[in-house]
Each structure stands twice: as C-alpha cells, then as structure tokens.
C-alpha cells in the first residue's frame, strides 16, 4: 500500500503539472496573439531570399556528370586552367617549415599590406598606408566588407546589368536595396553617364563596378570612368570598384582605376582586387581592398569578428606572389587571348547566335535572341534557361545562362579552358543550333 506521504507526493505533483500545463498552454496563446502565430522556430526570411550561384551549380553539375563518364564540355569555369606558379608555391612551403601558421592581425600581415601598397602606386598611381589596406579571404569577402561598412537598411546600391552573379545578392545580405540598370551591347554592355544619373535616388548609397566585367568582358576607358566620378561627387554617392580582372587585359589597352582620377573620388571608392584570377589562386582565397581610413577601420573591425584573418600561409605566399611572375602573367594572358579570338570568330559564324569581342577577364555572352521561338524535340527555347537546359541535355554542353547575370537574352561561355575542349564545345554548339527549328 502507498504510504500517506506518497499519496501527498503524487497529488502535489499532479497539481504542478496542472498548472505548468496550463502556463504553458495560456503563454502559447499569448504569444500567438503578440507575434500573429509565427513560428519562433522559423529560419531567416533574409537568408531565405538569397539564390544560390548558378554558376558554382552549373559547375557542379558538369564535374558530377563527368564523374559519372559523361563526356561533359563545361564552359561554366571562373577559375584560370593554369596551375599556382612554382615561386608562389615554394614560399608557401617556406612559411610551412618556418611554422607561420598562427593567427594574424584580422586585416592581414604588415608585409602584405606594404606589397599592396606598393602594387597600387606602381599599376595604378594610387597612393595608400597599410592602415589603409585589409586582406581578406578571397574578393568576395572584401565586397562583402566594404558594403557591411556602408549601406543601411533601406539605402540603393546601383548595379549594371549583366552583373556578376553574386553582386545582388551581396547587397541584400547587408540590407540594402539593388537597382539593377540594364545595359545594352550597342554600348559595350557599359552603363552611360545618363543612365546613372536616371537610376539616382536620395536613397543612392553606393555604385557597384565592374572593370573589366564579368560576364561579358567590357573594359571602361578613363573617359567613361571620368564621367561616372563626376556624377557620384556630384550626387554623394561611393563606388565600389572591382578590379579583380585588371590583369586580363587584351589588344594593347591599358586597365584604370577610377580611384586614380582625382582625390575626391578616390575618397569616395573603394577599390576590390585579389590574387585568384590574375596569378591563378583562386583556391588560396585571397583578396584585399582599399579606402579611405575611416571605412578601412569598419571593413576591419567587420572582418574581426566574422572571420578573422584569412589563412597565414597563403598571405605569405602572396608576398612572393606580388614580387615577381610577370612572365607567367603574360604568358596566362597570351594563351587566353588566342582562345578569346578563336571564340569570337567561332561564334559569329554560327548561324543565329553572335557576340562582342571581349576587351578583358576571359568570358564571351552570347546573343541567343534570334532563337527564341525555336524548338527542338518539341521544346521551345524562350530564353537563356531553357537554351541552357536543353543544351546540357541533348548536346552535353554547360553555359551559364544569362539569368544569373540579369539579362535572359545571353548565356555566358568562359575560355578559362583548354584549346581542344573549346573546339569540341563550341563544334557542339554548332551542331545543335543547326537542329533548331
């Protein structure tokens, strides 16, 4: 039999399960009434509106697929197909053995920070302090910093269109609002003076630029760059330069800064530039950017506490990386820019699809607007999606289509490939255009 002191226990117990179940239950009630029955378990509503990168997927794809034995052409690559030279290799080691593996200061070693220094007086007349100066862990970063550094909730960050793809969606991680500002390839895909001043709101934060572009390849000469200072000094706005291709350069053209054109929008920009593309690093993820002090300390402090400093070994192989290797550069930029011509006159020979011919980085987008309304196997092609798609399907052939970059009437090609995989993608290329009816 129960004792007494038991059967007191258990109604005592019962009587608190009562009334925390009843808490519980009024307090859920509460709490629907205030938050409108959201689910507090919910996920961000911001982080859920990013898009992943079409082209980081697209890549994916086509390397699963030749995993798979599919003889898979991918024109999607962002990523030189030359290896990391031997020189900037050598000095990683040598940081290895020295045992520089520790941490560093969050915004990059002084010996880096000085070889930036003086990379941008020497190749673009710009002067800096280190203190000026923060490495990150790849551009990407860097954007990433400099908008966390400006914009606020509500503020326009104007975008040319065709745009890198990760651009947009940058500017809403941080908050602020992209306007995109469509440009037209009669104009070089380049945005005019008159566009930006159209697109210029009292909201207007920031112009976010491209130079030499990605996806297409246009250059701005010191003439555009001169005009689009004006009007950001005139309307207050900064500019956010990536120059990231600055080094693939091709026809004898010369690569500006818009920083370098006059102290007022020097102090207005902040200049983005890294090591992946130009001396074929792009999995060291490194990059840096540039501006004025009081934006380089924000920039810093953001990086303090979302990351810290990028890897201490790939900083010092960027040291030596910054030293030398202008042979191995040019040696890079010859080779793309013969595929780069080859590309050119191969596509506007096909019947149906053209294109500009790139002044710099090392991609083509091709114009598919006189196929829209063609078909194949009975499915019509309306865009670049649907080009894309039924490319990869019936011609095992992978391009970017230009949805991802904010123009549906292109799809992007990159020539960061082999001579011979060019030849036989775009030969497919041909075949299945010529299929469409």
Not at 7 to 36: C, D, P, Q
Not at 44 to 71: R, Y
Not at 85 to 107: H, M, R
Not at 277 to 283: H, I, L, N, V
């Amino acid at each position: 039999m129960k004792t007494q002191a038991r059967r007191y226990a258990e109604i005592i117990n019962y009587g608190v399960y009562k009334v925390l179940n009843h808490a519980y239950n009024e307090s859920t009630k509460f709490r629907n009434f205030i938050f409108g029955g959201i689910n507090m378990l919910s996920l961000s509503k911001m982080a859920e509106s990013i898009k992943d990168s079409p082209t980081l997927a697209l890549t994916a794809k086509a390397k699963e697929l030749k995993q798979q034995g599919v003889d898979i052409i991918g024109f999607g690559a962002g990523e030189p197909d030359f290896d990391t030279p031997e020189y900037i290799k050598d000095a990683a080691k040598k940081a290895l053995d020295k045992g520089l593996t520790k941490y560093t200061a969050a915004s990059g070693i002084i010996e880096l920070k000085k070889a930036i220094c003086k990379k941008l007086k020497d190749d673009n007349g710009l002067d800096y302090e280190p203190s000026q100066i923060v490495v990150s862990t790849g551009a990407k970063q860097a954007l990433y910093n400099s908008l966390m550094a400006i914009v606020n909730p509500g503020d326009e960050v104007i975008i040319p269109a065709p745009y890198w793809v990760s651009y947009e969606e940058l500017v809403k991680m941080v908050g602020g609002t992209p306007v995109i500002v469509e440009t037209e390839e009669e104009a070089g895909f380049k945005i005019s003076k008159g566009q930006l001043i159209n697109a210029c709101t009292e909201k207007t934060k920031a112009l976010l630029l491209n130079n030499p572009n990605n996806p297409n390849g246009s250059i701005y000469t010191e003439e555009d760059l001169r005009e689009i200072a004006d009007v950001a000094v005139e309307k207050q706005f900064y500019v956010i330069s990536d120059e990231i291709y600055e080094k693939l350069i091709y026809g004898g053209q010369k690569h500006v800064s818009i920083a370098a054109l006059g102290a007022r929008i020097k102090d207005q920009t902040i200049v983005v530039n890294g090591l992946s593309k130009a001396y074929a690093m792009t999995g060291w993820r490194m990059g840096y950017s540039a501006s004025n002090k009081a934006i380089a300390k924000i920039i810093g402090s953001v990086q303090s506490h979302s990351t810290s400093n990028p890897c201490s070994i790939a900083q010092y192989a960027s040291v030596a990386a910054f030293s030398t290797g202008e042979e191995e550069q040019k040696a890079m930029v010859k080779e793309f820019d013969k595929r780069r011509l080859y590309m050119y006159e191969k596509i506007n020979s096909i019947d149906g699809i053209s294109c500009l011919l790139p002044q710099g980085a090392f991609y083509i987008m091709v114009n598919l607007t006189k196929l829209f309304g063609k078909s194949i196997d009975g499915e019509v092609i309306n865009n670049s999606d649907d080009f894309s798609r039924l490319l990869l399907d019936k011609a095992k052939v992978v391009v970017i289509p230009g949805s991802a970059f904010g123009d549906t009437r292109y799809v992007r090609l990159s020539y960061a490939m082999d001579m011979e995989s060019i030849v036989k993608g775009l030969d497919r290329i041909e075949d299945f255009v010529k299929k469409l009816a």
